[in-house]
């Protein structure tokens, strides 16, 4: 298996445009998660997915931010309209099942730097 | 989930065991200690999880306290790839879905 997919592994785009992030799962998992990563916060849930359902998004940070997930193999985030505090490490990661005696794969994220 | 307690930093020799402490003195009986570790540039990686018992994998070994208030993550041999943040996790195996949430981990450094 290829693992968890995230593209683009680096993006750098000016205030006010809008920024599409990707994931693929691993193939069989039925959770999907959005993190986010800086120095300040360390890593954070934005939302999860069961079964391409939205379940929790309580850490998206405001209606800037949103998430689908079309199909089982593949979820976006996207940011509309961006802003410079946006700069962080956002990662995917999916997880069978879901409960406490699985763990979760992440992808290798995607750097975002919003200028 | 509830809260785990961990050292900022720690510093170990290649070649030596490392071991990381974790307290979680508020375990309940349905929470799963999980461990992950994140390489610089990379993504958080799982390493190990258990419930009761001391578990052994490839990557390394969890001991658990007898009462769960405590674990500690055994690295039996650090090498220079081990160097990462290690975080101490613990997640409700009743409930589905039940996220991971970070705390700031230990960061482990390794000496040459």
């Known amino acids: 298996d290829a693992g968890v997919i995230q593209s683009p592994r680096h993006e750098v785009t000016e205030m006010g445009q809008e920024v599409t992030l990707r994931c693929k799962p691993i193939s069989g998992h039925d959770y999907l998660f959005w993190y986010r990563q800086t120095m300040m916060r360390g890593l954070e849930l934005l939302i999860y997915f069961n079964n391409n359902v939205p379940i929790d998004d309580s850490g998206m940070p405001e209606d800037r931010f949103s998430a689908k997930m079309p199909n089982a193999s593949f979820s976006t985030l996207k940011i509309q309209p961006s802003e410079p505090r946006d700069s962080a490490v956002y990662f995917c990661a999916s997880s069978l099942q879901g409960r406490g005696n699985y763990g979760y794969t992440f992808g290798s994220g995607t750097r975002l730097t919003v200028v | 989930d509830a809260k785990t307690t961990q050292p900022n930093s720690m510093e170990s020799n290649e070649e030596e065991p490392v071991h990381l402490p974790c307290n979680h003195s508020?375990?309940?009986?349905?929470?799963?200690i999980h461990w992950y570790r994140q390489l610089p540039s990379q993504g958080p990686e799982y390493v190990i999880h258990g419930l009761t018992s001391n578990v052994n994998n490839r990557m390394a070994s969890l001991a658990i306290a007898e009462d769960r208030k405590s674990s500690t993550l055994i690295l039996h041999r650090a090498t220079l790839r081990d160097a990462a943040v290690y975080y101490c996790?613990?997640?409700?195996?009743?409930?589905?879905?039940?996220?991971?949430?970070f705390g700031g981990g230990t960061r482990l450094m390794v000496k040459p």
């Open positions: 996790i613990l997640r409700d195996v009743s409930t589905a879905g039940n996220m991971l949430t």
């Open positions: 508020t375990i309940s009986g349905t929470d799963y």
